[in-house]
């Protein structure tokens, strides 16, 4: 097993990668030995991995990361860096490396303060790699003063320091930190290389595994969930049952408020496995006594811990949303497959008969109209309108057509 085995379907990236592996890895023996380096290298300090989701940007990112840590003895017979097995691999691969940091976020943004921190480790030397590794996976939730931070570091990298940005797109990035970046852009996955992957690693029923990868065209993460996942697939059923649902306008409220109940139950859920716990590890470490009475000047800690802890709600809800929006386009893009006689394999072929239903009673312009209503409830969303109101919006849009 090598670090690119979960890179499913990136074959050109995966190339591009080991490639500047082997370049980074010659860098660093022949600085080792005093010896020339390469003349020509095809590693840079800083990389922007870009894509759709579910193509693998953070997946590649870690990966790419544990080959530049490779220790692996055979380099020295001519291997390859990234083997999966050795020390730096290995450690790279779970997270517990110390010259990699994976940057990720459940808030809305990463702020100037974290990512000041984040500039100063930069500077530091490997402590025991052969690189120190930033993987920072939402770059494209920056705030513009994070950005500009950022900007310094990436203009005036240390010697052995190697930024990887992850974002959906260049234009997720300011324009002054991509040009500084060697860009690389990842694909949506086949289907049919995502059911074998999750055949092959995760031990899913081929029938199974190869109807998830189907319904997410393609998202291997959300193919997981939904092949493994009972509340998944009833969550999916309830947003795919409402274009027959917003006849009249009442069920369109209605279908509205159970979109938005089922994303308030996801993230009262992520609060119950996680919140809870955080809060009581914080009270341990303050000192808090059997009672649960707190110290003295730890009151300011908890309202920031639960500040947090109510960002972090409000970004569940907003995915769960998301993910229902787009189960929700993937239907009228399969309602617009039938209409205009394309052959292209349906995303929801479980509910066909109400794919037909909806066929027969629009027109294809109709169909184009709700796909951008659903777009422009993506983006009131984006722009903090109320989710209700948005939703709502969205449904009697669908319902005019």
Sequence with gaps: MTVWDELVGQDRVQV???????????????????????????????????????????TAARAFAAALQCTSPDRALGGEPGCGFCDGCHTSLIGTHADVEVIRTDLLSIGVKETRELVRRAQLSPAVGRWQVIVLEDADRLTEGAGNVLLKAVEEPAPRTVWLLCAPSQEDVLPTIRSRCRHLVLSTPPVAAVADFLIRRDGIAPE???????????????ARRLATDERARARRATVLKMPLRVDDIGGCLRAAQELIDAA???????????????????????????????????????????????????????????????????????????????????????VQDALDRIAHASTPERTLRRIEAIGACRQALDRNVAPLLAVEAMAVSLRAG
Excluded: C
């Design 16 to 58: 591009a990668l080991a490639a500047a592996a082997r370049d980074a890895d010659a860098r660093v023996t022949a600085e080792a030995s005093r010896a020339a380096p390469p003349e020509v290298s095809k590693m840079t300090h800083a990389w922007l991995f870009t894509g759709p989701p579910g193509s693998g940007r953070a």
């Design 208 to 222: 199974a595994a190869h109807a998830a990868a189907q319904a997410t065209q393609g998202h291997i993460d959300r």
């Design 264 to 350: 308030t139950e996801d993230a009262k859920q992520v609060a119950e496995d996680v919140d809870g716990k955080e809060t009581e590890d914080m009270k341990a470490a303050l000192g808090a006594s059997a009672g649960g009475r707190m110290p003295r000047g730890t009151a300011g800690v908890m309202k920031d811990l639960a500040d947090r802890q109510k960002r972090r709600s409000t970004r569940t809800q907003r995915d769960s949303l998301d993910l229902a929006l787009t189960d929700l386009t993937g239907f009228y893009r399969d309602v617009l497959a039938l209409q205009m006689g394309s052959r292209v394999a349906l995303a929801n072929g479980d």
